[in-house]
């Protein structure tokens, strides 16, 4: 795929950070030294961190470098590092862990999370949240749009979305023998938008790049047109003409 864009991710951020302030809550740690944002993006979670633990040493990893320098422009006091997290290890002593909506990306996650679980010291804490909406209409509607139009076989099998995240019973007994807590729920968010363009426009800076990536402008916005015309049908107006997003998230804090 291309490089994420941070201003189109961006257009939705106290949306997207709201998770992130809510897994940062669950995590019961008063200090901490060494902290890692993984898959920090455009650094709006970095910053949380940085703000709950001031004296720590925080550091962001990401892939994008548009991500990246966004982040960097943010949080100039702060590192970042371009990297796959399948291809890093934490530094020694880190005490926390933090991935915000990135793990679902990995392939493989669960084992990079039990191998980072594992690579804490006593007391650190891997904290993960990760959209778990593949059943959601805007996820639906992008697999139908793309086997139903005229780019189904130029899209063939360069669109793909995410791997199904496996069920908490899965994450619980891949990580429990290797923490002394563990902490896994889901939260069911209701996100305020003013209309269906823009449902459009979130899934945009996601789940959509896999599949408007391969196409050229042409058909891009074809596939747009007709995407957006199923979104509309999906996503009502409410009484007051806005329109809500349900969006179900996984948390997960794995104390070692």
């Known amino acids: 795929m291309a490089d994420w864009s941070a201003e189109q991710y961006l257009k939705f951020e106290d949306e997207r950070?709201?998770?992130?302030?809510?897994?940062?809550?669950?995590?019961?740690?008063?200090?901490?030294?060494?902290?890692?944002?993984?898959?920090?993006g455009p650094g709006n979670s970095t910053e949380l961190l940085v703000k709950r633990w001031p004296q720590a040493a925080v550091t962001g990893i990401d892939t994008s470098a548009?991500?990246?320098?966004?982040?960097?422009?943010?949080?100039?006091?702060?590192?970042?590092?371009?990297?796959?997290?399948?291809?890093?290890?934490?530094?020694?002593n880190t005490d926390v862990l933090f991935a915000n909506a990135s793990f679902q990306w990995v392939p493989g996650h669960l084992k990079q999370m039990q191998r980072l679980a594992g690579a804490l010291p006593?007391?650190?804490?891997?904290?993960?949240?990760?959209?778990?909406?593949?059943?959601?209409?805007?996820?639906?509607?992008?697999?139908e749009v793309a086997q139903s139009g005229p780019w189904r076989?130029?899209?063939?099998?360069?669109?793909?979305?995410?791997d199904e995240l496996p069920p908490p019973s899965g994450y619980y007994?891949?990580?429990?023998?290797?923490?002394?807590?563990?902490?896994?729920?889901?939260?069911?968010?209701?996100?305020?938008?003013?209309?269906?363009?823009?449902?459009?426009?979130?899934?945009?800076?996601?789940?959509?790049r896999p599949f408007l990536d391969p196409l050229e402008a042409p058909e891009r916005k074809q596939y747009l047109a007709e995407y957006s015309a199923?979104?509309?049908?999906?996503?009502?107006?409410?009484?007051d003409g806005k329109v809500l997003l349900r969006f179900p998230r996984l948390f997960i804090v794995a104390v070692k």
């Open 122 to 143: 006593r007391g650190g804490v891997l904290a993960v949240q990760m959209p778990d909406n593949l059943d959601e209409p805007v996820h639906v509607l992008t697999r």
């Open 173 to 208: 007994d891949a990580l429990r023998p290797l923490c002394s807590r563990l902490d896994i729920w889901h939260t069911i968010y209701n996100h305020v938008l003013d209309d269906a363009a823009a449902v459009v426009e979130w899934v945009k800076g996601t789940g959509l």
């Open 17 to 40: 950070t709201r998770p992130s302030r809510d897994l940062l809550a669950q995590i019961p740690l008063a200090d901490a030294r060494k902290v890692v944002d993984i898959g920090c």
């Open 66 to 92: 548009d991500m990246l320098r966004q982040a960097r422009e943010r949080l100039p006091a702060q590192k970042f590092i371009e990297t796959n997290v399948a291809h890093w290890a934490p530094p020694e």
């Open 230 to 239: 199923r979104i509309a049908a999906a996503y009502p107006r409410q009484a």
């Open 153 to 162: 076989e130029q899209l063939g099998d360069k669109a793909r979305m995410r």
